[in-house]
């Protein structure tokens, strides 16, 4: 059973940093994807970022040059540095990882930009 747990939420003012954390454990097998999803309230959950377990990248549009994914595969743990933060990117960011067909989910981490 693989479990994941996000760390590194919170309020910051807009034009602030965050970094996520997400640490996965368990039977991982290769090749895999980690990634950030956030869900705003009233809306539908959406893709933020994914990195695959040889290094490639994925963005969505809307945090292309302000967000960025990376992971440490020895210590099975991705990380979502968020910078230029501004109002709408506000919601629950949820870890993802695809292993073996299967997903698995954190439990969110609250991110509030608000002056």
């Known amino acids: 059973q693989v479990q994941l747990v996000e760390s590194g939420g919170g309020l910051v003012q807009p034009g602030g940093s965050l970094r996520l954390s997400c640490a996965a454990s368990?039977?991982?097998?290769?090749?895999?994807?980690m990634g950030w999803y956030r869900q705003a309230p009233g809306k539908q959950r959406e893709l933020v970022a994914t990195?695959?377990?040889?290094?490639?990248?994925n963005y969505a549009d809307s945090v292309k040059g302000r967000f960025t994914i990376s992971r440490d595969t020895a210590k099975a743990t991705a990380y979502l540095q968020m910078d230029s933060l501004n109002p709408e990117d506000t919601a629950v960011y949820y870890c993802?990882?695809?292993?073996?067909?299967?997903?698995?989910w954190g439990q969110g981490t609250q991110v509030t930009v608000s002056s």
């Open positions: 368990g039977i991982i097998f290769r090749p895999n994807v």
């Open positions: 993802n990882l695809v292993t073996n067909r299967v997903n698995y």
């Open positions: 990195v695959t377990s040889g290094g490639s990248t």
